[in-house]
């Protein structure tokens, strides 16, 4: 490693201003949704990460304040607190107040870094209403405030001190963002990321408001977040292969373990940042793995002569893995750094796995042969599910002109007006039939439960009349056909009962879309409708309709307040019923029991009904729930059902 330079005020380069943060915050974070209100803990955070790649920093620690502040603290070297000879002010007015000014863009400042663009600090000050900074720095305490970006005083010292490292306090701007209630369990996943992609950290989460608190610390890296992602599932072996190499100043980690799943689990991340999109680390990665186990196999004849080679899709059947790259110059697309664009590092990974992993698989040919039976098993069932696709294509089942017998279609071709409603059984299909707008929405019933595809592959789902009839209403097609410019409805509903059956359809139905078709949850077009738990009927048979039974309380209390207040004579010894006025409550088993017109008026009428917007904010964490829930491991299920049951509201069991 070259000697490291002084990092000091040159160190920290300005390029332009500060202004038009405020003015576009979407170009910086993302949006001023809750993601976007995310976005500033992590650039924080990231500052602080930073400097323990840069091995100045052992701990990051975020704490939630019960006001609605963040503070943000590590142990590094901490802020420069001298002038900068090219703002006049100090550097960390500077940092915190020049866009593009950081210790990001060489010169020693940082060799390493997730925050590229050095707009980090500035743009969290700019987008809070509050920001103290504190830095340790030379024996001393320094302080200063800002609010909106501007300073209220210059940098100060305000004490002594044995300590080092920077500590900023903010406060999200309620005026520019639409919630700024900053969510524990996301904070918490961001660290527990941070220890797992830089070995040897301590990260922790304290929330005033609730009393949590809980932290991280990963001896073994990307192998511990392996193992981690794999919780629940078989593994093919467990041991994780592992490889961390340098390939000129690029530092290159991988660590991946096959499971019995049908799907694949790939996280890659350059510089700690993860980057969805991928990437050229993660297009080096696939090329590697796809060309090293089809030369192992034929090497050693599980693949014959005239076999054709596994393809991509089949060698990273139930692969999960961690990719990290590490390098000085990272390429980003966009401040929000969802892919890679550094041509060099396909090189370089493509190189260091296909080295090591031939390697691997050579001294482990027990584990070798049990992935490449695997791959071979998804061979097989690929070319069934083609041959499937092909069938029903033939019968013009998935494509052509024809729609499914089951759907009542709307009149509408406008997929942004039009909406699909998924409902539980004939019955409630019948209802939602006779009730609905049918000029824009359209009803699919389907009869019994969905096909559980956590444990499917393609051509069972195939085989299935029920998701071939989705599959077809939806527009979308599947797999290598999906193409979300053929979705037909964008609001597509699911609508169940309110019991256990109702609850098991929905979660089959969840796992499904979640599995197959993620860009309809990406996109926001998935809705759960939420039907009335009760109706309750006026003297006069004015109906009024609950959806909860904290709403059904509420209302009663309601009634007899205003039965009070008109002057009518409530006997104390009544029930709670004859006292609001009420000649029934009834309890709703199931969509069935309503009418059409109770079940428009109820759920179905955009005025009135309760639709839920399935949200997809953390796909790791639904990863493991869907893996829990309906995976294999009987006893993974049950206890997470018994840990969470207490929470759950509204059950008819």
Known sequence: MSKEKDYGSAQIQVLEGLEPVRKRPGMYIGGTGVEGLHHLVWEIVDNGIDEALAGHATSVDVRLLADGGVVVTDDGRGIPTDIHPKTGKSTVETVLTVLHAGGKFGDGGYKVSGGLHGVGSSVVNALSSKLIVRVFRDGKIHEQEYERGVPQSDLKVVGKTTKQGTEITFYPDDTIFETVKINYDTVLDRLRHAAYLTKGIHTSLE??????????????????????????????????????????????????QYTDAFVETIKQFANNVYNPDGGTHLTGFKAAL???????????????????????????????????????????????????????????????????????????????????????????????????????????????????????????????????????????????????????????????????????????????????????????????????????????????????????????????????????????????????????????????????????????????????????????????????????????KGLGEMDAEQLWETTMNPENRVLIQVKLEDAERADAIFNKLMGSEVELRKNFIQTHAKFVKDLDV
């Open 290 to 588: 796809t060309r090293v186990i089809n030369e192992y196999a034929r090497k050693n004849g599980l693949i014959k002569e005239k076999e054709e080679n596994l393809s991509g899709e089949d060698t990273r059947e139930g692969l999960t893995s961690v990719i990290l790259v590490k390098l000085p110059d990272p390429q980003f697309e966009g401040q929000t750094k969802n892919k890679l664009g550094n041509p060099e590092i396909r090189g370089y990974v493509e190189q260091v796995l296909s080295e090591h992993l031939a390697y691997y698989l050579e001294e482990h040919p027990a584990i070798a042969k049990k992935i490449i039976g695997k791959a071979l098993l998804s061979a097989r069932a690929r070319k069934a599910a083609r041959a499937a696709r092909e069938n029903i294509i033939r019968k013009g089942v998935l494509e052509g002109s024809g729609l499914p017998g089951k759907l009542a279609d709307c009149s509408s071709k406008d997929p942004s007006n039009s909406e699909l409603y998924i409902v539980e059984g004939d019955s409630a299909g019948g209802s939602a039939k006779s009730g609905r707008d049918s000029k824009t929405q359209a009803i699919l019933p389907l009869r019994g439960k969905v096909l559980n595809v956590e444990r499917a592959r393609l051509d069972k789902m195939l085989a299935n009349n029920e998701i071939v009839t989705l599959i077809k209403a939806l527009g979308v097609g599947i797999e290598e056909q999906f193409n979300m410019d053929g979705l037909r409805y964008h609001r597509i509903i699911i609508m169940t009962d309110a019991d256990v059956d109702g609850s098991h359809i929905s979660t089959l139905l969840l796992t499904f879309f979640f599995r197959n078709m993620k860009d309809i949850i990406d996109g926001g077009y998935l809705y759960l409708a939420k039907p009335p738990l009760y109706l309750l009927k006026g003297a006069s048979n004015k109906r009024t309709y609950a959806y909860s039974d904290a709403e059904r309380d509420s209302l009663i209390d309601k009634m007899i307040a205003e039965r009070k207040e008109r002057g009518t004579h409530v006997e104390a010894k009544d029930d709670r019923k004859k006292q609001a006025g009420l000649s029934d409550v009834q309890r709703y």
């Open 207 to 256: 929330d005033e408001r609730n009393g949590k608190r809980y932290g991280f610390y990963f001896e073994g890296g990307i192998q511990s977040y392996v193992r981690h992602l794999n919780i629940g599932k078989e593994v093919l072996d467990d041991d994780v292969f592992y490889v961390d190499k340098t390939v000129d100043d690029v530092q290159i980690e991988v660590a991946l």
